[in-house]
């Protein structure tokens, strides 16, 4: 029996752990490496059971986002960080902590604004693309890497900020950089605190 192209994903719930720093530099160099391997296969997969990018790109990043709040306890647990008074703070956490710790680079940051919520993350390297060259063919409108900004979004959201977190330039799609834009659109109420998807 055929797999219907347009069967309904409920695979988005698996929980993916991505690896810590905390384990031998060799053993966490291979976690990330098969972790890379094993995001190829998954967005291969996504592109063949959805025809649209704008299915696969919401894909990615919703189970990102499920990734992302589960993945706060242990980056709490694991980097002794305290409470970040400003936007500011949060992206550099972000940027020096979050991703040496779970993707081995450091981003650099700016901010855009006068009003201080708006940033980018600069990736000079991207791991998730280590072993990719280009888009697959007429998928120019894909965002491989998707799942990174369901991760940050998660993350945030757990503690109780609110952010649209995009990818504003990609490497995989010709531009000269790989840039995530992050936009704090409000601070989320401890006690009405909701998940938004």
Not at 131 to 146: D, H, I, K, Q, T
């Amino acid at each position: 029996m055929s797999r219907p192209t347009n069967r309904r994903q409920d695979n988005h719930k698996i929980d993916w752990h991505l690896p810590s720093i905390s384990s031998s530099a060799s053993a966490h160099h291979m976690s990330r490496e098969l972790f890379v391997l094993t995001y190829g296969a998954l967005v291969a997969q996504l592109c063949k059971d959805y025809e649209k990018d704008e299915d696969v790109n919401k894909y990615l990043e919703r189970m990102g986002y499920n990734i992302g709040i589960r993945l706060i306890e242990d980056f709490l647990a694991h980097s002794a960080v305290r409470k970040c008074r400003s936007y500011s703070e949060t992206v550099d956490v972000i940027a020096q902590i979050a991703f040496k710790m779970y993707l081995g680079i450091t981003p650099g940051v700016s901010c855009s604004n006068t009003s201080e919520n708006e940033f980018f993350l600069i990736l000079d390297k991207n791991p998730l693309v280590d072993f990719v060259e280009e888009l697959p063919a007429g998928r120019s409108s894909l965002c491989y890497c998707n799942l990174l900004c369901g991760v940050i979004r998660g993350a945030l959201e757990m503690v109780h900020l609110a952010a649209e977190v995009t990818f504003v330039q990609d490497s995989l799609k010709g531009d000269d950089m790989t840039e995530i834009g992050i936009t704090f659109t409000k601070k989320l109420e401890d006690k009405k605190h909701r998940r938004n998807k």
